[in-house]
């Protein structure tokens, strides 16, 4: 390995994963990037190129998070009290008249809430009464309506037969229902705008669409929405030893799984992987290959960035005119790992171990995929978790060991996958999740509460 490429340096676990979120933003403000028309669906784990506007309040409507009674809070202050119901209104009518005092109406979630009720009283702290009454006239029957009937006919909507509205003074059962709590005024009321104003933004340019983000965008009518491109990122794997995955392995060859596993992470976000013809221990046809490869939005190469004497990759892209930024970072798997780039279109050399190129694709590579492609980068995503089996090692490296996270919301425990090094693909695929030993640690003791990074 040549000295200018020692000298970019090796840096701790914190220090590289900054250098390439820095890096992330600079992209990310370089901005303009090329956009396209999808359907709403194809827009999931796309990237949005528009702000998504409310296209009215959010909720439209005083809305009703409760089967109830709506009704005005002032009426209960006094204990126990019984209402007249004048009313009923499902999710998708409306109850047109305003609440008096002394009134409730029957009330579903989602519903809009009458004017003149301020709050909802829960069904279950209500009672349905009736009582029987001199009818004299309509005066608060005549309040009710039953938006929801097709037929508005006056004897559906008083409840009474034709024969009982000719004789108006007969004796009928009056709707009443006791509420048996008092309410606070916007009780069980989520405010018309409460959640958005018409006009507002509800999703920024350089979201993410996962299923809320979609959700949302279809709340506000948005069948279709403008999104980037996928930035392509150029997969190049380098080694003599390796076939193609169509190809039958001599004895002592091995197929080109990193070019899959990288593909996969490349296309889990949001990227558009190319993958190269395999790069044999050769600088002028690895050369060749890396020059294809730089046509891209992004190049991902695996192997050759070891101390080895084949390992090439370095200084073949050093002789395309690369600035390194980091050419390792104390951590394992993934220590070889190196990070620059030739003229506008970065790079980064992965160690070939398949735990390592996944590895290192998660904790770096990744957050370059998303910048290009337009969205700002989530941060690696760690939880706690009980270690459920001492662990021992070296100081001196961050460690991201496969493993397993299992249990519950509160009852999370972790363990490592026992593995056979960073070549251990078996291991990969049975991990869910990474844990972390801090540089500083031998040990982490059983029963001690670890980090994991998920994957
Ligand atoms: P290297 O980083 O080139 O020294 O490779 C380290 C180890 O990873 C060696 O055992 C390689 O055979 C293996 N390896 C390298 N590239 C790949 C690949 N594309 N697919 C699977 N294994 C690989
Ligand atoms: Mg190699």
Partial sequence: MNTAVQSAGVLAFEDAYEVVREHCQHILKAGDRPSEELLLMQGLGRVLAESVKADRDFPPFRRATR???????????SGVTLLRVVGQVRAGDSYDLPLASGEAVEIMTGAAVPVGADAVVMVEYTERKSQEINHKGHEGTQRRQEPEQTNPDPVDVLGLSKDEQAHPEEVVAEDLV??????????????????????????????????????????????SVKAYRKSKVAILSTGDELVDV????????????????LAALVTEYGGEPVQLPIAPDEESKLTELIHEGLKADMLLLSG???????????????????KFFFTGVLIQPGKPVVFGEVGAVPFFGLPGNPVSVM????????????????????????AKAKLRKEFKTKTGLTRFLPARLEGGLDDAEVEVVPWQGSGDMLAAAKANCYLVVPPDREKLAKGEIVTVVIR
């Fill in 304 to 322: 050759g960035v070891s101390m080895g004497k084949f390992d090439l990759v370095e200084q073949a892209l050093k002789a395309l005119g690369a």
């Fill in 246 to 261: 169509a190809e039958k392995p001599g004895p002592s060859q091995i197929r080109n799984s990193n070019s899959y596993s």
């Fill in 178 to 223: 006791e509420i048996q709590r008092s309410v606070a005024s916007g009780e069980n009321v989520v405010p018309a705008g409460a959640e958005a104003r018409a006009g507002q933004e509800l999703l920024p340019r350089g979201v993410r669409l996962g299923p809320a983000q979609i959700a949302l965008a279809a709340a506000a009518g948005k069948a």
């Fill in 67 to 77: 089967d109830g009674f709506a009704v005005r809070a002032d009426d209960l202050a």
């Fill in 359 to 382: 590895v290192t694709f998660e904790l770096f590579a990744r957050q370059m995929v998303e910048a290009l492609g337009g969205a700002e980068p989530e941060r690696v995503k760690s």
